[in-house]
């Protein structure tokens, strides 16, 4: 079957296109324009602005952490079919199924679960295959588990680390890697309180930033395209520039991704000791060319924080809002749900709400600055079309600016920034560059071969509402939402990487399950078949 | 073999599932509950729920949600079986029921060396108790105990209790002396003001050392049904569909006052790993997904036979020792249904609703 989508503005910055053009889809992918072909199916998409579908690179969307969270607010999600607006998180896409058709709605098609523990990939998985219409990934968690910190302190051979990120990649069906506070929780679990990128983790006697150079090193010998995934020390805290900076400075030219980077962007200046340090953070992006980053925007209202930095969590526990918790010490990372309320009046809210804004506005390469709130963290992802609309526009983050504290603003350089992102800076950050990021040749732009995934949306002036409710959403050329509201619940498939590995790994992580543990190392490993829906995967090509 | 009986007479399975159909069908507030079954079987269950209008609910829900009780009104730091074996240099077992004779995951605990093991209340014979110092004896005692025991391990003053201030000052200290404490309980045996007592006492320890809790998961793969339910529907087990979106209400949608009250007219027994039979004193027509030898007081209108998850057939469920899901391979495959098999054989006559996704 032939589609056409008719006379849209079409904004394909992989493919260097922003004009009026038609796009054609055929068995699910782009195709060229055939000659003299008629259409089976068309669209007219006139005066409408045509983009790849989104793609969110860090969003936590299913696993422990996120369940836990479901099961720890039910007063968040009171029983009414369409939750008002003053229930918090009313429309943050609660269930699985509720979270793809939301991000559809927005004209996103593909999303990574940024954290998962290698031992809980399974559930992850299950609830990603519970999520309907969009494709999903994620990043298994490596950097406080016994083994790889025992490789180090063994000071065994790169190749031996490399075959066990490899293993785990096959083990999780993950598509990358991340480290979270790399040996924080491992610390936590020796009655560290605090833990920083040169501080040493007590029994193995490496530091945190040895174990993030470790990990870089093996992810970018393995060709795993997605760079390792970093969630530095000390989140949260005063005066954690100086982490972040550090772990930039680290990457020393070669590939490494700042997740989340609005928390680490506090300096200690000002009346109250905190202050926006964003802007130093942005100029030492700028200058590190093989870094990139996720802002992790904060939005106020209501939220639940979910991470599997569970010593960051640990502290956090006792500002929770409402006054509940949970902590799961548990393997390696751990992880922890602390609900939390960012309040427009609140000093310190704020400020972390003008350094989202300010990294988004002063990094200036749109190609190594992701778009995220780090969903629930900094807000839910439902909020993404009102940041869309502040970043698009100067006016409306100075409507924004003039409700909030002004001792807080002071403490900022967001007033002086006069930046507007154009739509094409947009879609790059949101379509193009994530998908380059990821290793996704077919998707993120709109060239004949890509994956046939497509946002429609009315050219509205309000920018949030035109991202709110994409006109016309295909996946896989298939139309799955018009005017904002899910027509088909077809559902995608997981992307995963499989590096190549020394099969001795595998004799010796058996060894090692049965001796430390007790149990079969087959226990974490992630088959197809468990999934419970046909072809649940699909293989991204490493580089090598 | 039979596979299928209706009203106790064996039955084809297309005749059974058909009857299961109008019986469900005809009913103007069906339960499901038992629900001993694996995500497969879960997810199946929470999509008919869904179209049907049908309230879910476990045999074990009293537990599960005595223990999600203390999470949701007060928080809780919890560990993994796999990391407490390794870590643990200090183990509280608290109330009856947590004995390595009885618990699989204390049996798990204790297989690995070098750790201190104390008992609060186990309200039998301990048994072999070599190198388990057993403190106070009734689980009556412990609701008192544990306050006196947390208020001491902060420093403040204990009234008399079960237990001389002098031995809860001793066990204090050797709380607060582990490195990595783990306490073990059991949500079936206490209540939840002794789980909150003793998740705070957890959490008050964690100022000086390092404690965590592990509640012994219920049987019948309750803690995996728990956490379908939870992305399914946002809500944990007593969670009901009869207004067409899911509401949760722990004691209106608790299996056994629904049938007791005559509210639930129709019920679908799921039971898959054990013949378990509902516990109520009502009797409302009822569909029985469970064992061929399952004893039932009275037939079920319809009864059809389902395998063991990991015996029978391949399995995903919760792990107790992981702490997680895993795949169990059938250990004996064998061609008896599994319950997501007879879910949808039933759905496939229903004329409520159209099929879920």
């Not at chain 1, 896409?93 to 991000?103: D, K, L, Q, R, V």
């Not at chain 1, 992006?285 to 992790?296: E, H, Q, Y």
């Not at chain 1, 790059?428 to 994956?451: E, F, I, K, N, Y």
């Not at chain 1, 049965?514 to 974490?524: A, F, M, N, P």
């Amino acid at each position: 079957m032939l589609t056409c989508i008719k006379g849209g503005h079409v904004i394909d910055p992989a493919n260097g296109r922003d004009g009026i053009r038609d796009i054609w889809m055929r068995d699910g992918r782009i195709v060229e324009v055939p000659a003299g072909g008629v259409a089976d199916e068309t669209f007219d998409a006139s005066g409408k602005i045509v983009m790849a579908g989104g793609i969110d690179i860090h969003s936590h969307i299913a696993g422990w952490s996120v369940n836990t969270a479901r099961l720890l607010l039910p007063e968040f999600r009171l029983g009414t079919p369409v939750r008002p607006g003053s229930t918090p998180l009313s429309a943050a896409g609660w269930p699985a199924f509720e979270i793809g058709c939301a991000y559809a709605a927005m004209g996103f098609t593909f999303v990574v679960e940024p954290a998962v523990s290698p031992h809980f990939a399974l559930h992850a998985h299950l609830e990603l295959a519970d999520i309907p219409i969009i494709d999903k990934a994620m990043l298994a968690v490596l950097g406080n588990d016994d083994f790889l910190l025992g490789l180090m302190r063994g000071k065994e051979s790169a190749s031996a680390v490399r075959d066990y990120v490899a293993w785990t990649l096959a083990a999780t069906q993950g598509i990358g890697i991340k480290v979270i506070n790399a040996g924080g929780s491992a610390s936590f679990k020796e009655n560290v309180r605090e833990f920083s990128f040169d501080d040493v983790v007590p029994s193995y006697g490496v530091t945190s930033r040895q174990i993030v150079k470790t990990l870089q090193q093996a992810v970018t010998d393995l060709g795993v395209p997605h760079p390792l995934h970093v969630h530095c020390n000390n989140l949260g805290i005063a005066g954690n520039v100086e982490t972040a900076l550090a772990t930039i400075a680290a990457a020393e030219g070669l590939p490494l991704h700042l997740a989340h980077l609005q928390f680490y962007g506090y300096g200690k200046e000002g009346p109250r000791g905190f202050s926006s340090a964003g802007a130093r953070l942005a100029e030492a992006v700028n200058a590190a060319r093989s870094v990139t980053i996720d802002v992790g925007q904060v939005m106020f209202g209501q939220t639940v924080t979910v991470s599997l930095d569970a010593l960051r969590q640990f502290r956090a526990r006792n500002q929770a809002k409402p006054r509940k918790w949970a902590i799961l010490d548990g393997d390696a990372n751990g992880a922890g749900v602390v609900p939390y309320n960012y309040r427009a009046a609140d000093f310190y809210n704020a400020v972390q709400w003008a350094v989202g804004m300010e990294l988004f506005l002063l990094i200036d390469d749109p190609w190594r600055v992701f778009f995220t709130t780090d969903h629930p963290n900094g807000a839910p992802f439902t909020t993404y079309p009102e940041i869309l609309a502040l970043l698009m526009s100067r006016d409306l983050r100075n409507q924004w600016i003039a409700t909030l504290p002004p001792e807080a603003i002071a403490v900022t350089t967001l007033p002086s920034i006069g930046r507007e992102y154009s739509l094409a800076e947009i879609a790059t950050m949101t379509r193009a560059a994530p998908a380059r990021l990821l290793g996704l040749r077919d998707r993120g732009h709109l060239g004949a071969g890509a994956v046939a995934d497509v946002a429609v949306y009315g050219n509205d002036p309000d920018r949030a509402k035109m991202f709110r409710a994409a006109a016309l959403v295909f996946k896989s050329g298939a139309l799955v939402v018009r005017d904002g509201m899910p027509t088909q619940r077809s559902f995608g498939r997981a992307l995963t990487v499989r590096p190549e590995r020394d099969q001795a790994i595998d004799r010796r992580l058996k060894a090692y399950y049965d001796e430390r543990y007790g149990l079969s190392d087959d226990l974490i490993k992630v088959p197809g078949h468990a999934i419970g829906r046909p072809e649940p995967f699909e293989m991204v090509s490493c580089r090598r | 073999m039979d596979h299928a009986w209706i009203d106790g007479a064996p039955a084809g399975l297309a005749a059974a599932a058909a009857t299961a159909a109008r019986l469900l069908d005809a009913s103007r507030q069906p339960l499901i509950a038992g629900l001993g079954a694996d995500v497969a079987g879960a997810r199946a269950t929470v999509a008919l729920a869904q179209r049907i209008g049908a309230v879910v609910d476990h045999m074990h829900g009293d537990a599960l949600l005595r223990d999600l009780d203390v999470l949701r009104e007060a928080g809780a730091m919890l560990t993994v079986p796999s990391e407490a074996r390794v870590r643990a240099d200090t183990v509280l077992l608290i109330g009856p029921g947590v004995s390595a004779a009885e618990s699989r995951l204390s049996q798990y605990l204790f297989g690995a060396p070098d750790k201190r093991i104390f008992w609060l209340c186990p309200d039998a014979d301990p048994g072999r108790v070599d190198k388990i110092a057993v403190i106070g004896r009734g689980a009556r005692e412990l609701p008192v105990l544990l306050a006196a025991l947390r208020a001491r391990v902060k420093g403040r003053p204990a009234g008399a209790g079960p237990v001389s201030v002098q031995v809860l000052d001793g066990l204090a200290d050797a709380l607060k002396a582990a490195k990595f404490g783990v306490a073990v309980w059991s949500a079936a045996n206490l209540d939840a003001l002794a789980i909150e007592m003793l998740c705070g006492l957890v959490d008050d320890l964690n100022a000086t050392t390092r404690f965590s809790g592990l509640p012994v998961p219920a049987g019948d793969n309750a803690v995996g049904v728990q956490q379908v339910c939870g992305w399914m529907m946002g809500f944990p087990v007593r969670t009901g569909w009869g207004r067409s979106y899911p509401e949760h209400d722990p004691w209106q949608y608790r299996a056994a006052r629904l049938v007791d009250s005559g509210e639930a007219d129709c019920v679908l027994w799921i039971s898959a790993y054990q013949a378990a039979v509902p516990e109520w004193s009502g009797d409302p027509p009822t569909i029985a997904l469970a064992p061929a030898g399952a004893k039932f007081a009275r037939a079920p209108r319809v009864h059809i036979a389902v395998g063991a998850p990991g015996r029978d057939h391949d399995s995903v469920e919760y792990h107790e020792m992981l702490g997680s899901f895993t795949v169990m391979a059938a250990t004996s495959p064998s061609e008896a249904l599994s319950v997501a098999a007879a879910i949808d054989s039933i759905a496939l006559h229903l004329s409520t609703g159209s099929a879920a996704c």
